[in-house]
């Protein structure tokens, strides 16, 4: 019983990542850039603490936009007119991707970098 309770757990949470993989834009983005990052870092022989750098900073930059896709359905259920707080909270969820987002495009520089020199 447990186990089936487990499963329809990963269940769930698989069709979510389907629905917001189907759905937003950004996040096929972030998962096509976290791809490549991959295929170059093959390509130039990172190192296993330099692969744990990079799939961390591409990590967190996915699982941000996916909660920031999950936040952004909340507050479009909570209300369908302008709310200041509504749209703070939208546009807070946003720049967390994109802080995320800056710091995995640093960290890439300094993991590449050597590597192309």
């Known amino acids: 019983m447990r186990l089936r309770r487990e499963r329809d757990r990963f269940a769930w949470a698989w069709a979510g990542m389907k629905a917001a993989v189907k759905e937003e834009a950004h996040l096929r983005f972030h998962l096509a850039a976290a791809v490549a990052a991959c295929i170059a870092g093959w390509a130039v022989g990172l190192s296993r603490w330099e ?3 990079l799939v961390l900073a591409a ?9 920031n896709t999950a ?3 909340v507050v479009d259920l909570a209300t369908d007119k302008f709310h200041p707080l509504a749209k703070a909270a939208k546009d807070i969820a946003a ?3 994109l802080v995320a987002s800056g710091f995995a495009v640093v960290i890439a520089v300094l ?3 050597p590597h192309l020199r």
């Open 59 to 67: 990590g967190a930059v996915i699982t941000l936009e996916l909660v």
């Open 51 to 53: 692969w744990v750098v």
């Open 95 to 97: 720049a967390a991707v």
């Open 111 to 113: 993991l590449f970098w």
């Open 71 to 73: 936040i952004e359905r």
